[in-house]
């Protein structure tokens, strides 16, 4: 069967990205990383629990001084609402739209590197501060949780532009749909994580 | 091979028919957005009135747990059909994070 084979509105699936056996794989296992994503940002959540606040004796920073609520305010809207946009891509995925789709794909990646952008100002900041990776036990257990989230940002926008490019002149079709919807799924698993982020790291940090 | 499908071309009337489902679907997903900003709003405007910890902490956690499940079950899809398997990997998954965070927390504090 050919991979590339043409659909149009009416003959597309209901669920194309479950549609094939290819799909279904990909969707079970892609689900199966989910949950074991979601042991690894535990662990990293666990970490940063047992050692906030924690450092060398005298250490200046804390929690409850260092973190700014307006910017993480700002950050926690752009990711919630690049989450919608994406769902708003995959509606139009479902209803074969492939040019709909590309446009809220790619409002979704911008509104990503507009948080990123704000990350890495945010970070920037404290370095600048006197707060590095290595300067104490807090900031190390700080940089991994929040950096790791950033990454998964990072290759999250990665992914949705490879995505967009390579598929640009394809077409949505059996081969493709699958992959635009694995790539939204991870989008809204990166802002689940980071609820949880603004809620334990920045909120709990600011009351102390 | 494994890209291989069923091909069924719905009927006018079925075509409109689903994408009226669809648009119904997508107005659920606003109202879940719509809640999930203004269970952010109340999270941060807890914190900024100054109440105490003990009384904020377990709401605005309570909000986080909210919030995921309409992204979990909303956006992203768990509440559809075909999703059995899904649900007892992320509740496998979310069980061991449980007992993650419990432990290293509980040999640090005490």
Redesign the interface.
């Known amino acids: 069967?050919d991979?590339n084979k043409k659909?149009?509105?009416?003959?597309w699936?209901?669920?194309p990205e479950?549609?094939?056996?290819?799909g279904k794989?990909k969707f079970?296992g892609f689900?199966?990383l989910?949950?074991?994503?979601?042991?690894t940002?535990?662990?990293l959540?666990?970490?940063y629990?047992?050692?906030k606040d924690k450092g060398p004796s005298g250490m200046e920073f804390a929690a409850s001084n260092l973190f700014e609520?307006p910017l993480v305010?700002a950050m926690?809207?752009i990711l919630?609402t690049s989450?919608?946009t994406s769902?708003?891509a995959m509606?139009h995925m479902?209803?074969h739209n492939f040019k709909a789709m590309q446009a809220w794909l790619g409002i979704t990646v911008l509104l990503g590197a507009a948080f990123l952008g704000l990350e890495i100002y945010e970070f920037n900041h404290y370095v600048h501060l006197g707060f590095g990776y290595t300067h104490s036990a807090f900031s190390a257990a700080f940089y991994t949780l929040v950096g790791t989230h950033g990454a998964h940002v990072l290759f999250g926008l990665s992914w949705f532009i490879a995505l967009m490019v390579r598929n640009s002149k394809r077409g949505l079709n059996?081969?493709n749909a699958p992959k635009f919807y694995l790539v939204s799924?991870y989008w809204?698993?990166i802002?689940?994580v980071w609820?949880?982020i603004?809620?334990?790291v920045y909120?709990?940090g600011?009351?102390? | 091979m494994a890209h291989e499908t069923h091909t069924h071309v719905r009927s006018q009337t079925e075509y409109e028919y689903i994408r009226r489902q669809r648009s119904k679907e997508m107005r659920g997903q606003l109202t879940s957005f719509a809640i999930m900003i203004f269970l952010t709003l109340i999270a941060f405007t807890a914190v900024a009135a100054d109440f105490s910890p003990y009384l904020i902490t377990p709401i605005i956690l309570l909000l986080a747990a909210v919030q995921v499940v309409l992204q979990l079950y909303g956006f992203m899809h768990m509440s559809n059909k075909g999703h059995g398997m899904v649900a007892f990997f992320m509740f496998s998954g979310m069980f061991v994070a449980f007992i993650t965070i419990l432990a290293l927390v509980t040999i640090v504090w005490w």
């Not at chain 1, 989910?34 to 042991?39: K, Q, S």
């Open positions: 069967m991979l659909y149009t509105p009416q003959s699936p209901d669920h479950t549609a094939t056996m290819e794989n079970v689900w199966l989910l949950a074991a994503e979601t042991v940002f535990a662990s959540f666990a970490t629990l047992a050692l609520l305010f926690t809207m919630l989450s919608l769902v708003y509606y479902k209803n059996m081969y799924l809204h698993f802002d689940v609820v949880f603004f809620t334990v909120l709990m600011v009351i102390g």
